[in-house]
């Protein structure tokens, strides 16, 4: 297991290694996706047994992956 952004691991044994918020085996990307679809924190949190906190934690973790991102324009 390996802490990649504070609340997010990767572990090989968890969902083959995809990004996971730390103390479940809930994806980043699943959480992401849910939100950017609409839903509130408050469903996150009972839905997935999250902390408010830990939800924070995976759009902390998207803000930190899409700041290193480059994007080369096409003219």
């Given at each position: 297991?390996?802490?990649i952004s504070?609340?997010i691991i990767i572990?090989?044994e968890?969902?083959g290694?995809?990004?996971?918020i ?20 408050e ?18 973790y998207a ?13």
């Open positions: 297991m390996r802490e504070p609340g572990d090989p968890i969902r290694g995809k990004p996971v730390k103390g479940t085996r809930v994806p980043a990307d699943i959480l992401l996706g849910k939100l950017a679809g609409g839903a509130i924190h469903e996150l949190m009972q839905e997935y047994d999250l902390t408010r906190e830990q939800i924070f934690a995976a759009l902390r803000a930190a992956v899409l700041s290193e991102e480059r994007v080369r324009a096409i003219l």
